[in-house]
């Protein structure tokens, strides 16, 4: 018998624990997928976040390493600067990439750091039980804004790939989505392109992956996905901010 | 051997350079800024890394990063920003990953100034970050110290797998003095030496995956790690107890300091010895752990013990506990920047000594 899938050798086969509907476990499998179709397995060293991902080292089949909150692009900058020639890449929340750990992204995009950043968008803060993100949208109801986010009290949601395209150092920015197999399709090739630059030696790029979060959105998976499409996207449109040639 | 005149900031450096420094990540602040103005130039020009952060989180979090691949990494502050780094601190002792932290100290709380000073001393040896953990902190009082230390903290950091402090201050980082250079042979470890570390991160070629965490989730999993870094803590205490004496065995009145402080004290005890008090000095120079026996030793009914510090009294109770009521247990100090001079500390100990 001829075997035409199989689970990526980059990803372990503990089973995961995010809930039901959550996007996290296509991304991580987009991401294995990538790393074993580079062939960069065996020199890739991933820094996992706080917040829903912090298993990653349970999941992922490379080295992997912790970092406190908001802080994975500072320790993948003292990784990839002494081991210039691994492949480093961080994944990360909105609470750790947009609101705890702005200074370190934004430098380490400017920097021009040859890493690759996986940052995961689902408006919301996951682990902690559903609180205002800073890509929380306006008028979204979280356990921190029960009447939904206020222009006036909380700003507006902050946009990182527009943010990070007036970066010099940033080479590679493109939002995607995982909420249908044409955007996942889609998600896949922008990951393997944030990959395939470190490999050439492009800096920095940055993949933000807008995922679902059913629990959280008090929705089930399918309305979820549909939010994306109808809601969700009319603030974070997909597209590629960035592309240095 | 080889004799040359140094600032205590710049000794620092070639110390930790002449150890096999891979990688300095910092951030400015006065008083230690010659550290990374002067690593910039030399580990450039030796091929090792250097990079200016973007503020103090993010250097202490690069040096976390270089450090999980078994890299010799270190990074430099002084008091406010090493607060800043106590984060990264804790979780470099929670992932149990050897470094070099070094903090010449100003005067604080808050912004305070930029006057050498010891108020850090709680900071550095009580932990400082959260959770339960202890590093090893050693006090430089001579610029040679600056040098020495930093050659050697590396080899500590790598021995117990835990970050190394040193506990400097302004005066010590700003003075000149000569310095033994130590021509060593050693070469700054490369890529290959680290794929040799049983626990460094460098891509899983041809070993299952490692990694480094200090989340530990399961029912009495942390627990756990903690009564193992608890051994490795006990072995520290029983190995690494460093200290100075002088005239200690006949004193009546035994003075206590470290650092800079320390060299101060030494003068005064030495004058009051020629005016005939007989005083002797305990110089701790690991201050974590803190050479409490040989002061438990000397504590005796009719002697007394002068701790001097600049700060409010924080060395003190470490000494008061080594002494346990045996005696009286003396304090004089400065805070604020203020540096305590040979007067004043004569002057105290013929106070103490009717």
Not at chain 1, 65 to 87: C, F, M, N, S, Y
Not at chain 1, 129 to 150: E, F, W
Not at chain 2, 21 to 36: D, K, L, S, W
Not at chain 2, 137 to 163: C, H, I
Request: hydrophobic fraction near 40%; charged fraction near 20%.
């Amino acid at each position: 018998m001829k075997s035409i899938l199989s689970r990526p050798l980059s990803l372990k086969s503990n089973e995961h624990l995010y809930c039901p509907g959550c996007g996290h476990g296509i991304i991580h499998r987009l991401v294995a997928e990538v790393i074993d179709e580079l062939g960069v397995r065996e020199k890739t060293i991933g820094i996992a976040p706080v917040g829903c991902a912090v298993f990653a080292y349970d999941y992922f089949n490379v080295d992997v390493t912790e970092a406190p909150h908001g802080r994975p692009p500072a320790v993948a900058t003292g990784i990839k600067r002494v081991l210039p020639d691994r492949v480093v890449f961080t994944y990360q929340g909105d609470g750790d990439l947009a609101a705890i750990g702005t200074a370190e992204t934004v430098h380490a995009a400017n920097r021009g750091e040859n890493i690759t950043v996986i940052f995961v968008n689902n408006a919301i803060y996951g682990m902690t039980g559903g609180q205002m993100a800073p890509t929380t949208l306006l008028g979204q109801k979280t356990a921190t804004t029960p009447a939904g986010r206020d222009l006036k009290r909380d700003g507006p949601p902050l946009k990182v790939c527009e943010l990070l395209s007036q970066t010099q150092g940033a080479a590679y920015l493109e939002r995607v989505a995982v909420n249908n197999p044409k955007n996942i399709i889609k998600a896949k090739k922008a990951i393997k392109k944030a990959f395939q630059n470190q490999i050439n030696n492009k800096g920095f790029s940055l993949v933000e992956v807008l995922s679902m979060c059913p629990v959280n959105w008090a929705m089930t998976p399918n309305e979820s996905i549909k939010w994306i499409d109808e809601v969700f996207l009319k603030t974070f449109p997909l597209g590629i901010y960035k592309d240095k040639q | 051997m080889n004799k040359i005149l140094l600032k205590g900031n710049i000794a620092l450096c070639e110390g930790a350079i002449a150890a096999g420094c891979q990688a300095y990540f910092g951030y400015p602040i006065t008083p230690q800024n010659e550290v990374p103005a002067h690593m910039s130039k030399r580990m450039t020009e030796l091929g090792r890394v250097f990079l200016q952060a973007e503020s103090e989180l993010a250097a202490i979090n690069m040096v976390l990063g270089a450090a999980g691949t078994g890299a010799l990494a270190m990074t430099s502050s002084s008091s406010p920003g090493i607060s800043l780094k106590q984060e990264g601190i804790s979780y470099l002792v929670g992932c149990e990953l050897p470094a070099l932290i070094v903090n010449v100290q100003r005067g604080g709380p808050g912004l305070g100034n930029i006057a050498g000073s010891q108020g850090d001393y709680f900071q550095s040896t009580k932990g400082g970050g959260h959770g339960d953990y202890r590093m090893l902190v050693l006090a430089p009082s001579t610029v040679q110290e600056m040098y020495d230390f930093a050659n050697m903290s590396f080899g500590l950091a790598f021995k117990y797998r835990n970050p190394v402090l040193i506990l400097a201050d302004g005066v010590v980082g700003q003075m000149m003095e000569p310095v033994t250079i130590v021509t060593s042979d050693q070469k700054p470890v490369t890529s290959k030496d680290q794929q040799q570390i049983a626990w460094a991160l460098t891509g899983a070629k041809g070993r299952p995956p490692r990694f480094h965490r200090s989340l530990l989730m399961d029912d009495g999993a942390l627990e756990k790690l903690n009564w193992k870094l608890n051994e490795k803590y006990n072995s520290i205490k029983k190995n690494e107890v460093r200290y100075e004496s002088e005239n200690i065995e006949d004193a009546d009145i035994i003075l206590v300091a470290f650092g800079i402080a320390a060299r101060v004290a030494k003068v005064a005890a030495r004058k009051a010895r020629e005016q005939g008090i007989k005083a002797g000095l305990i110089r701790p120079i690991t201050l974590w752990p803190f050479p409490e026996k040989v002061i438990a030793d000397n504590a005796k009914p009719g002697r007394k013990f002068l701790v001097v510090e600049m700060n409010l009294g924080q060395m003190v109770e470490d000494v008061r506990l080594a002494v346990n009521g045996k005696c009286p247990v003396e304090f004089l100090g400065r805070p604020g920047g203020g540096l305590v001079n040979e007067q004043e500390v004569l002057q105290e100990i013929k106070t103490i000594a009717k």
